[in-house]
């Protein structure tokens, strides 16, 4: 376990009311759905780090990057503490294509519904970021 948390970042990409999420093969999370996303590295600016995990996880492009909400997210079983920036922005070109079959069974556009009513498959930052109520789609 490292002493400190880690900062993830997590793209909450949408088209036509929908969302893009993953399901995960990591040991941390597998099987649990996921958004894009990653580790900020040193020196990276959010946009530059939304940027790069979509187009390294997905290899499509996104606009309107804006940083929507906040998660403390402590696995104990995995001795891990992230802390996760949500950042919502808008699909603009590009095929979905899975970047990285070992970490991802494949991606879907999803409802926003479908992740309130499968909340124990998410992966533990989406979880939290229901509890707080958050909905991209609401004004």
Request: charged share 25%.
């Amino acid at each position: 376990m490292l002493d400190r948390p880690l900062i993830g970042a997590a793209a909450i990409v949408k088209k036509n009311g929908k969302v893009l999420i993953g399901k995960r093969k990591n040991i941390i999370g597998h099987g649990e759905w996921a958004f894009p996303g990653g580790h900020l590295e040193f020196g990276e600016s959010f946009e530059e780090c939304i940027n790069r995990e979509i187009i390294e996880e997905v290899g499509i492009k996104v606009k309107n990057i804006k940083l929507e909400a906040i998660t403390n997210d402590i696995h104990p079983q995995a001795k891990t503490h992230r802390v996760t920036l949500f950042f919502t922005c808008d699909y603009i070109g590009g095929i979905v294509k899975n970047m990285e079959p070992h970490k991802c069974e494949g991606w879907e556009w999803a409802k926003w519904d479908f992740l309130v009513v499968n909340e124990s498959n998410l992966f533990l930052s989406m979880q939290n970021l229901l509890k707080q109520n958050f909905n991209p789609f609401r004004n």
